[in-house]
């Protein structure tokens, strides 16, 4: 069964501040990789989508990089700013139609 | 619609009583997950459908757990005799049929529905 572990579970940062958010994967065998941003009381943002042939995709401030072989995708938020504060969620899709969520990075930004 | 519609958005529901949580996808999405998600946890699966045929329903935890989409279209997730363990988030997301050559397969989740049972 695929696992799939975020780190950190926790982090503040003061605004302005650049930042990684790490993810990893137990089975290489994915269809794709997602990212999700969630804020409280509110559903599921999608932030970017990998392909599994894919290395990486940016949008805005955004960048994700997806290394498939060692089982890592890692989300970089540029120049942070207060209303990036949420809980940032990767989502591995197998080549069965299913999702396998991590527990999530819960990110404090200070202004 | 424009995004996938849940409702209702918060359920309180006495322990043993059924009830039922429902799932509107995006026009034209034939793929429609529902997953479940407890406190400080990642969503987990519960089933899948392409069209009205539910491909996948090995997440449901237990007999109590079903679901239908009977037109391809509106899903409906049901609960019997609930119980205190199955309060959570209820969330559904729908996206494009998967695989599909060159098409994105985003999947795009509802606002969940918040299942207390008391």
């Known amino acids: 069964k695929q696992e799939v572990t975020q780190i950190p579970a926790a982090l503040s940062v003061p605004e302005g501040e650049n930042l990684v958010l790490n993810c990893s994967f137990t089975?290489?065998?994915?269809?794709?990789l997602q990212w999700f941003r969630q804020d409280p009381g509110k559903g599921l943002t999608s932030l970017l989508l990998?392909?599994?042939?894919?290395r990486e995709q940016t949008s805005g401030r955004l960048n994700a990089s997806l290394d498939k072989s060692s089982g890592r995708s890692t989300l970089y938020i540029a120049a942070s700013q207060p209303g990036d504060s949420a809980t940032y969620l990767c989502?591995?899709?197998?080549?069965?139609?299913?999702?396998?969520f991590g527990s999530g990075t819960k990110l404090n930004v200070k202004p | 619609g424009a995004g996938v519609s849940q409702s209702p958005r918060y359920k309180v529901t006495k322990r043993g009583q059924d009830v039922a949580l429902r799932c509107d996808p995006i026009?034209?999405?034939?793929?429609l997950y529902w997953y479940r998600q407890a406190l400080g946890q990642g969503p987990e699966f519960l089933t899948y459908?392409?069209?009205?045929?539910?491909?996948?329903k090995s997440g449901l935890p237990n007999d109590r757990f079903s679901a239908e989409r009977p037109e391809g279209s509106i899903s409906t997730l049901t609960i019997q005799r609930t119980e205190q363990r199955d309060s959570a988030m209820y969330r559904c997301?729908?996206?494009?049929?998967?695989?599909?050559?060159?098409?994105?397969?985003?999947?795009?989740f509802g606002q969940g529905t918040r299942l207390t049972v008391v």
């Open positions: 997301a729908s996206s494009l049929k998967w695989p599909l050559q060159g098409a994105s397969t985003e999947a795009f």
């Open positions: 026009s034209g999405h034939v793929s």
């Open positions: 459908f392409n069209y009205e045929a539910q491909q996948d």
């Open positions: 089975d290489s065998a994915i269809y794709n």
């Open positions: 990998i392909q599994s042939s894919q």
């Open positions: 989502a591995v899709r197998d080549n069965f139609n299913k999702f396998y």
